[in-house]
């Protein structure tokens, strides 16, 4: 259940997979881990990264793989339902189903059972579903993405257990011009709402003009559009112009990433056109085949969960991932990030969330896999009530095919 994972263990421990993509697309959206402080299900994340294995059902270009996992996780000082703090254990049960059509299309459901063994807590099913499609003719291509979450934070936004939906739709086109240069168009639309009642959408559009200088870097530029509807808030329109670089030094180093400079104006009147600066990047060297390192950071716009705010944020973090004895996985993850929340030109607060994570996976059989992990996220907020210090320690089981 990575979707509710914290996003910072995220950024530390999937950015081996980074190592291999281009430069994130510079976008109006960031990390912020205030709203994630508390992982309800960390197991998958640190689960090693694994290859399909052999499906439990086939036939023609279908497969089937399914995966199951278990996680016990002590959680003490988090938010529950009754806007208190508490502590409590949390046993969460997921499965995820992956249908794999042919080599270009795949879909997947996952629901995860989660109970809470205090009573201040509601018990729920989070659920996640994914489908994803990519064509190619020629010199162009394609993708498209549908996805829709649900769960139930328990971070310092909202000082709140708060129910969450969303879902989103991108789509993505590519056209090569000649051997070194390319266009690309990248347009998305989500809606999410909360029990907050709290409901927005975002649509963007962005454009890339890209140039290969050599097999080892790509520079890109190029304008970007969006406008966020807030329900009983004030709308916003933003216009950037951006620029990315993805640069492989050497076998062990690679680098990406984005600069933009952003627009945003407000409909309600009397507001004033608000001008900032946007970036994402991230850093991973490998100096050894059992190490990694990553550096990663971000600044940007989003929604917020409170009721007609917008959240302007921006985040650093720093991981290492360590192979032990050839089969065990030690991961260390340090991340801080700093959260504005604004209404229309008036900010109401900022909280400045810091967390420290310590992971260790083992393979259990040729299907398993054993993790313990422990993390510690402290919130300073300048309001008084918000600033608090979080704890989960807990362990996870899990099973693939």
Sequence with gaps: MKRLASATLFALFALPAM??????????????????????????????????GYPIWQRGKLSLHPNFNYSYNWAENIASKNASFADTSIHTLSLNASLSIGDNMSLSYSPSWVKYQNPEFNDHVAQS???????????????????????????????????????????SLSHELSRPLSVSLDLNHSLSNSDLNTKTQRWRGQAWLSYTVTPFLQLGAG??????????????????????????????????????????SYSKAG????????????????????????????????????????????????????????????????????????????????????????????????????????????????RAGFSRNIYSTGFSLGFHF
């Design 19 to 52: 190592a291999q993509s281009e430069a994130p697309a510079l976008s109006t959206s960031s990390v912020d881990i205030s709203r994630y402080a508390l992982s309800i299900n960390r197991a998958s994340i640190l689960q090693p990264t694994r290859q399909l």
């Design 129 to 171: 579903a994914n489908f994803q499609g990519n064509w190619a003719y020629q010199t162009w291509s394609g993708s498209l993405q549908q996805s829709y979450q649900s769960s139930q934070q328990t971070g310092f936004e909202t000082l709140r257990q708060t129910s969450q939906k969303s879902w989103t739709t991108g789509l």
């Design 223 to 264: 304008p970007g559009v969006g406008y966020t509807k807030i329900e009983n808030g004030t709308n916003a329109r933003n216009a950037d112009a951006n620029v990315r670089a993805s640069w492989r030094l050497s076998r062990k180093l690679s680098a990406s990433g984005a600069l933009g400079r952003s627009s945003q």
């Design 271 to 382: 507001s004033q056109t608000q001008d900032s600066t946007t970036y994402s990047a991230s850093i991973v060297h490998t100096p050894f085949e059992a190490t990694q390192l990553s550096l990663s950071a971000q600044r940007g716009v989003q929604p917020s969960l409170l009721q007609g705010q917008l959240n302007q944020s921006r985040s650093w973090s720093a991981g290492l991932n360590q192979r032990l004895l050839g089969f065990a996985q030690f991961t260390l993850g340090y991340s801080q990030s700093t959260s504005a929340y604004q209404l229309v030109n008036t900010q109401t607060r900022e909280d400045t969330a810091k967390s420290l994570s310590l992971g260790l996976s083992m393979p259990l059989t040729r299907m398993g896999t054993f993790s313990l992990f422990h993390e510690k996220t402290s919130n300073n907020s300048d």
